[in-house]
Structure formats: structure tokens, C-alpha cells
């Protein structure tokens, strides 16, 4: 079972280290698993011992949960990869997807644009406040004693004074290092 274990924690790790697409899907691996969780369980049935019964009925959840990890992680990669593409993903790149990973794939992509149709808005796109509310900030570096423009106004800032503004201008000073935001006001 630690070979197993160890077998999905190198597959989670080439996952990560995958910057650019996705490693094919470990169809073996995943098989073998779950032929281990089935002996597990087969052991479990013929096992007269209470203790021993439990333990193996736990090494085989940990294969699961090992299992549903990986998959997690898969999909997570592919939702990724496809926020960060400008359209669909490269053919190299879908060639490593399981069958259900590229029915996953199809199904997302179907949701957002059904989403997008009847909101009028990418629900995966960063969300950004609507203008003209008010943001809520921490002034982290003064002007010296002179004033700044904020807006139509000219104000002096102190470092730790709190601020209400209007986002965009709040935006701007955050931009330029002078205040942190806080939170986004009605």
C-alpha cells in the first residue's frame, strides 16, 4: 500500500510541476489502486479479527481518498489551463485527459457560456466592484506634509489614518504604494 500511496503523491507532484499542460492521465495507476482496494476489501470480508477488519477497511478509504485527490487536482489543472488559454486548449494538451476529464471539460465550457448568455458577464473573469462605490483604506505611506490629489481634492496623507474613497480613485493610491484596501463599501 505505500508503494500505491507513494505512486499517487509522485502524481499529485508532476501535476504541480507541470507548468504549461497537464501529464496524461495515470490510467494504471488509478487500476491498480483500485485492485488493491479490492483485495483490501476481499481480506476485510475474510478477516475474523475486529482490529485487523477496520485497519484494512481504512487502508482502503486512504486509497480512495488518495484517488479522489488526484482526480480533484486533475480538474482544478484543467480549469487552469483553460482560464489561461485565449481559446480552446491545444490538441497536446487534451491528449493526456481521461475520457471523463474531457467530458468535464466540454461540460464546463458549456456551463460558463450558458451562464454567460443569461447574465451578460464571464463569471470567470476577476471580479472587479462596480465604479463609484466607495472603498474602505489604510493610508501605508504619507505624503510628507504635502497634499496629494485625490479626485477634485487635495488632501494630506498619515500613515495608519483610515480613508473612505471612491474605488477608482482608492485604485490609484493603491497603485502608487500610498494606501492598502481595506474592503469595497456600498
Do not use: H
Not at 83 to 100: H, M, V
Not at 145 to 166: C, H, M, T
Amino acid at each position: 500500500m505505500t508503494e500505491t500511496t507513494n505512486r499517487i503523491v509522485k502524481a499529485l507532484e508532476g501535476l504541480e510541476n507541470e507548468k504549461e499542460g497537464i501529464p496524461p492521465y495515470d490510467i494504471e495507476g488509478i487500476r491498480e489502486t483500485k485492485n488493491i482496494m479490492e483485495g483490501l476489501e476481499t481480506q476485510k470480508k475474510a478477516e475474523s479479527s475486529e482490529t485487523t477488519q477496520q485497519f484494512l477497511g481504512r487502508c482502503a478509504i486512504r486509497l480512495q481518498e488518495g484517488i479522489n485527490v488526484y482526480t480533484k487536482a486533475r480538474f482544478a489543472k484543467i480549469i487552469e489551463l483553460k482560464s489561461k488559454s485565449k481559446g480552446p486548449l491545444k490538441q497536446e494538451i487534451k491528449r493526456n485527459f481521461s475520457p471523463s476529464e474531457s467530458e468535464f471539460l466540454s461540460d464546463y465550457i458549456k456551463t460558463i457560456s450558458l451562464y454567460k448568455k443569461a447574465y451578460g458577464f464571464d463569471p470567470t473573469s476577476p471580479l472587479r466592484p462596480p465604479r463609484g462605490l466607495t472603498a474602505e483604506c489604510v493610508v501605508i505611506k504619507d505624503t510628507g506634509g504635502d497634499p496629494i490629489a485625490i479626485g477634485s481634492k487635495w488632501v494630506n496623507l498619515k500613515v495608519n489614518e483610515i480613508l473612505s474613497l471612491l474605488v477608482q480613485d482608492a485604485e490609484e493610491l493603491e497603485s502608487l504604494g500610498f494606501v492598502k484596501i481595506n474592503m469595497y463599501l456600498k
